[in-house]
Structure formats: C-alpha cells, structure tokens
C-alpha cells in the first residue's frame, strides 16, 4: 500500500513543473514556404512571392487542446509582417509568464496567412510549436537560460513543404516580475 502510495504521487509530482514563477520564451527564427503555397496548394501570388503575416499566442492554459486552444483566433496579435518573402527570417521572441509555476507544457499557436489588400486574406498554414515545460529545462534565472537547439513547429496542412524553426527557453522569474513586460521581448502574448 506504501509503495503504491509512494508511486502515485511521484507520478503526480513529476507533471508539475514547479511551483514558483516562471517565464517562457520562444524565438520563432525562419518560416520557410520556398514553393510559395497556400494551404491549398495554390501558389501565394502568380507574379511575386508570399505577403506573409504570422498572428498567434502562447498557450499555456490549454496546450494539448484542439486548435485553436484556449483563444479564439481573433484575439491573436500580429507576431510580424513581411511583403513578398516566401522564406523571411524572424528572429522575434514571443513571451508568457506563469505566475503560480503550475504549467507543464506550452504551445505557440501561429496562423500564417498571405495578406492580400483586394481579397480576403489566404491561410498559408498553422502551426504548433509544442515547448516541454520541467524540472530538467527550468533555469533558476534568466543568465542561466540556454536556449534548446531549433526544433520545427508541426505543420497542420503542407508538412515537409512549408516549415517554422523555433528555439525556446524556460526560467524562474521574481514573483513581482511576473506578468510585467519581459527585456528584450518583441511580442508578450
């Protein structure tokens, strides 16, 4: 009865990342859509290439949930905007803090659409950049941070033709820190 006492709350211990405030940042780094495409298939624009805008947010309240998660695509904001550039390096940090340290696991929700001024706007994809959220990944402060190597974002529509590389990185914060815009962040959403 102990050793089965004793199992089930190290199992129920080890889904809980830590109990003080934590920061989690994810650096979307390239989107890469060299054929042009749409998520049907179509190409962006006869003549010239992709007006991409990436909108998304930083799900930690329902990660593992169905798209869209625990936000409704409207509410999204604008991550960046790039005119004609089917493969346009980002390099912007999106940012969310978890002020009670009770997160697992987060995901970057991105819609990528090709903005268009005279029609409705195309869906060129949507991903989720899954961000693992543990003991083992969790810096005690921010000097401490390593960033992970790049990983892809899973792609709903076109996988293996248009692809999102994203690093993250997962830290402590002071509890009056927590929900304040963090430095250096370009997007805290």
Known sequence: MDIFLSVFLVGILAGVATAEPLRMEVELRRLNNSLGI??????????????????????????????PGSKPEDSWVKIVER?????????????????VGRTTRANLR?????????TANDLVDNFECMVPVSGSNIATSISRAQWS????????YNPGK??????????????????????????KV
Do not use: H
């Open 38 to 67: 749409l998520k049907s298939g179509e190409q962006c624009d006869l003549t010239s290439a992709c007006d991409m805008r990436l909108t998304g947010y930083l799900d930690i309240d329902a990660a593992m949930n169905a798209w």
């Open 149 to 156: 190597t790049e990983k892809f974002c899973d792609t709903k």
């Open 110 to 118: 991105i819609k990528a659409v090709d903005v268009d001024s005279l």
């Open 83 to 99: 005119d004609n550039e089917n493969a346009p390096v980002i390099n912007k940090i999106v940012s969310r803090d978890d002020c």
């Open 162 to 187: 248009i692809t999102l590389k994203f690093r993250y990185r997962v830290f402590l914060i002071d509890p009056a820190d927590c929900g304040r815009p963090p430095v250096g962040a370009t997007a």
